[in-house]
């Protein structure tokens, strides 16, 4: 039986296990148009003829050591099968405007399907609420279809993008932001 909890402490080798990247076989094309009297960011769903992969290299002392920090606002969780670290959910309060922006987001892909995401989202929202945050933050990125397409099922809604938040040449054909929210 899988159990959530606060999320006490984290190490490379659990993040690399839980969260080694994704698969995608669609994406969203980003169309981006400003002048001086009308802006627009436009997402598209396509098909891919070649999956999209990703593989998460960001996992280091440094990650490891703000992760750490994070974790003792608790705010974060884990989901637990016996002893065993399946799930997690890393998130950051900013107290400025009351929100909780969401780092880290991952179930083990020999725990998927298992309403583990649902549990953990559930388990912030609920903490959030009580707090007195009034929403959630998630990060992903227009080449993971399927992140945003189980945030969308957890009740968020896309309300940005961010066409260079990784690099100079995100677009149009790199890895864009997408930020996604939900209301507490």
């Known amino acids: ?8 402490k984290i190490g490379i080798r659990e993040l ?8 995608s076989d669609a994406k969203y094309v980003v169309l981006h148009r400003d002048s001086q009297n009308h802006a627009l960011i436009d ?16 996992y280091n002392n440094n990650t490891i050591k703000r992760y750490l920090k994070i974790l003792k606002e608790g705010y974060s969780f884990g989901a637990y099968d016996g002893d065993l670290l399946v799930g997690l959910l ?25 309403g ?9 929202m609920e903490k959030a609420r009580k707090a007195g945050f009034r929403i959630i933050v998630c990060e992903t990125q227009n080449t993971n279809a399927d992140a945003i397409q189980i945030y969308r099922h957890l009740g968020f ?14 677009y ?4 864009i932001a997408v930020f996604m929210k939900r209301r507490i």
Not at 43 to 58: G, N
Not at 90 to 114: D, G, M
Not at 172 to 175: A, N, V
């Open 16 to 23: 690399k296990r839980i969260a080694p990247g994704y698969t």
């Open 90 to 114: 890393i998130a950051e309060p900013r107290s400025w405007n009351q929100s909780l922006w969401v780092w880290e987001f991952h179930s083990a892909e020999s725990h998927r399907h298992r």
């Open 1 to 8: 039986m899988i159990k959530i909890r606060l999320l006490k």
């Open 43 to 58: 997402l598209h769903l396509i098909s891919l003829e070649t999956p999209y992969t990703k593989k998460y290299d960001h």
């Open 116 to 124: 583990i995401g649902k549990k953990l989202m559930d388990a912030v």
């Open 172 to 175: 149009p054909d790199g890895e």
């Open 157 to 170: 809604r896309v309300e940005g993008m961010d066409i260079s938040y990784y690099s100079n040449e995100d």
